[in-house]
């Protein structure tokens, strides 16, 4: 008997690289998996690299009324073509021309994975077209699965769709971690120190470090403000920024890069495929966003041990418990930021502490074949 076919979509490759990292190959054992995205030679890579079919679309991750048309014929005539069991979407541009795509063209289970709401920080008219977008795509899904369970309260709340068609997968996350991979026993004290040595770190040096897009609204700004403050007082700290930049939709201001650019102890390593060896020589992460889904970041960190400052928003306030693996700062605040990374260095016991419960709150919750199970059960509960 033949594996009914399931078609995930993706406005970027990158999605499905970092947000559902081997989620699809795991998937193919089950089901004939077709990738959907834009970005056509990233996209054949990544089907080449994980064993499954692709389909190239072109999508933009901006406002683009007329290729958005282009996106949504040509979608519809794949999808008629293909006749899959189920659609399944992710990031917001795919989760609107997927789902409209695959109601016109009468695919009968239609999934959408809610990962964060760009649009939380829109105002005005954009806000308002932003609004009424999110509710066509979760009109046209047949089940909406925000990735958090704040993230489904603020679903609520907005008025996007009724209650009956929301659900959480597992304890929240779209993917999980594998923590067999995230992992700081796996790198010695020799590569340690010889990254430490590049980099011009102290082995004796507190090191912050964030992992993300360097952008306005994963709070960046308010990051190096702290940072440049934390070093009046305390000596021997570094900050270690992973991740690139994007100029065209959020650009930092420019006193921002100006010190990210001159401060010796903030040291830009821009995007890195393997986050891990930053993490097993940083002590603490610090990620001040102004909105998430469900972060993988936080979860990567605290399986490799390490306490993080988060922002209290969805997600970030699901992963952290406050003092007992972290600490949880209002968003925008970088008064509050300041003193949450002065009290990192200050309470040296504390914070050890609060690494030594971070991995195991991980474990227990987020590991990522419980996730991928659970999401497994959920497609077999359709055939039902």
Request: aromatic share 8%; net charge positive; with cysteine.
């Amino acid at each position: 008997m033949e594996n009914k076919k399931l078609i995930r979509i993706s406005t970027v490759p990158i999605s499905l690289e970092k947000l559902l990292e081997n989620q699809l190959s795991f998937m193919n054992d089950y089901f004939d998996v077709i990738a959907v995205s834009s970005e056509k030679e990233r996209l054949e890579s990544f089907g080449k690299e994980n064993k499954v079919r692709i389909k190239y679309i072109e999508l933009t991750r901006q406002i683009t009324p007329i290729k958005d048309l282009i996106a949504l014929w040509k979608m519809y005539w794949f999808l008629k073509r293909e006749k899959p069991f189920i659609v399944h979407s992710h990031t917001p541009k795919a989760g609107t021309i997927g789902m409209l795509a695959a109601k016109l063209a009468g695919v009968p289970h239609r999934l959408h994975t809610v990962a964060g709401l760009p649009l939380l920080e829109v105002t005005g008219i954009k806000r308002k077209l932003l609004n009424f977008v999110e509710k066509i795509t979760y009109w046209a899904a047949t089940q909406v699965y925000p990735n958090s369970n704040g993230l489904k309260e603020i679903i609520l709340a907005e008025n996007f769709c009724k209650k009956e068609k929301l659900k959480v997968i597992g304890n929240g996350s779209s993917n999980g971690i594998n923590t067999s991979f995230f992992d700081s026993s796996l790198f010695s004290s020799e590569e340690k120190n010889k990254l430490r040595e590049q980099l011009k770190i102290q082995e004796l040096d507190f090191v912050f470090i964030f992992v993300g897009r360097l952008v306005g609204d994963k709070g960046i700004n308010e990051l190096i403000e702290a940072f440049t403050q934390i070093e009046l007082t305390s000596n021997n700290c570094k900050l270690i920024l992973v991740g690139p930049f994007e100029t065209e939709l959020d650009p930092l201001q420019p006193t921002t890069l100006s010190l990210i650019d001159t401060n010796k102890n903030i040291i830009c390593v821009g995007y890195q495929k393997d986050v891990r060896p930053f993490f097993a020589i940083s002590n603490c992460l610090v990620f001040p966003s102004y909105r998430e889904g469900f972060p993988n970041v936080v979860m990567q960190a605290g399986a490799m041990g390490l306490p993080s400052i988060v922002s209290d928003i969805n997600g970030c306030n699901e992963l952290i418990v406050e003092n007992v693996n972290g600490i949880i700062i209002p968003p925008k605040n970088t008064k509050l930021l300041t003193h949450a990374m002065k009290s990192i260095i200050d309470n040296r016991y504390k914070t050890e502490q609060m690494a030594l419960n971070s991995r195991e709150m991980i474990t227990s919750k987020f590991e990522q074949k419980l996730i991928w199970g659970s999401l497994k059960a959920e497609y077999d509960s359709l055939s039902k």
